[in-house]
């Protein structure tokens, strides 16, 4: 594996060998998440950013949270990336989860030349603002930057909102709590706040006119990551088809192995 890079923008790993794959990581989440997607052996060159106020990419005072502005500084990166002579031109599978699936979206209609087809693991956003399933991040967020992350996560752990949600899906409850625990929770605390009022594309047409090979993989009973918001936006997809796995809250080690098998599968079996 080659070490964090910081050119053109995006700290970024590429490791592996074989045709090429990005993969995007969700909300509050960074390269370690993403390369989770696929399985360690597979053959791929994975290309795998850290969005703005993630892992190791900072996030200015003034640089918009968007799903818009994340998609470019992607583009930007694969450019960088080619005229690098480090990966070859030409469009490639795009993998993401959660937010790094709204990503995908924004950046196969901002830039199809890039995107030869798409898998979208528990997407979150689809054509509301706010997105109200995403409404716990920003409950984190204020916690974060009124107390901090020490004080923060006290307080959310014994306020309703993570009552009802650890009653519902007790791992979802974790991963929530994980967010005050993350480098830098603090200052990058508005991508919690900002981001789920952000939309990947502007509305159902522009949906529709995306025309990209999409596999959507849905999971039940997650409220962060709803089976329906899934399967409406397959719907709205015109060559998207739907794979559904194990829920992720009761067994979280065979949903993750089934995405890696299914991610794994399209890749390499064709469309």
């Known amino acids: 594996m080659t070490g964090l890079r910081r050119e053109p923008r995006l700290a970024h790993v590429v490791t592996g060998e074989g045709p090429p794959v990005l993969l995007l990581h969700g909300l509050g989440g960074d390269r370690e998440q993403a390369l989770g997607l696929l399985p360690a052996e597979g053959r791929h060159t994975r290309i795998v950013p850290e ?17 818009a502005h994340f998609a470019y500084l992607t583009a930007e990166l694969l450019d960088g990336l080619v005229a690098a002579g480090r ?27 890039l995107v030869d087809r ?14 109200p399933n995403l409404a716990p991040f920003g409950v984190v967020a204020e916690l974060l930057a009124e107390l901090g992350p020490a004080a923060g996560e006290q307080a959310f752990e014994a306020g309703a909102v ?14 929530l709590l994980g967010q005050f625990r993350r480098p830098g929770a603090r200052e990058n605390s508005r991508v919690l706040a900002e981001l789920p009022r952000s939309l990947p594309l502007p509305d159902r047409e522009a949906y529709r006119r995306l025309t990209v090979d999409t596999l959507v993989l849905v999971a039940p009973r997650d409220p962060v990551h709803p089976l329906d918001l899934g399967l409406r936006l397959a719907a709205f997809l015109p060559r998207a088809r739907v794979r559904r796995l194990p829920r992720k809250l009761v067994d979280p080690t065979a949903h993750d192995t089934a995405v890696r098998c299914a991610v794994h599968e399209y890749l390499t079996q064709g469309r």
């Open 51 to 67: 969005m703005p106020g993630h892992g190791d990419s900072a996030i200015d005072s003034d640089e918009p949270v968007t799903f």
């Open 87 to 113: 990966i070859s031109a030409g469009p490639m599978p795009v993998v993401g989860v959660s937010m790094g699936a709204g990503v995908a979206l924004a950046l196969a209609a901002a830039r199809p030349d």
């Open 118 to 131: 798409l898998v979208l693991v528990r997407p979150s956003w689809l054509d509301r603002s706010p997105a």
């Open 162 to 175: 993570h009552r009802r949600i650890a009653r519902e899906a007790p791992a979802m409850a974790r991963s």
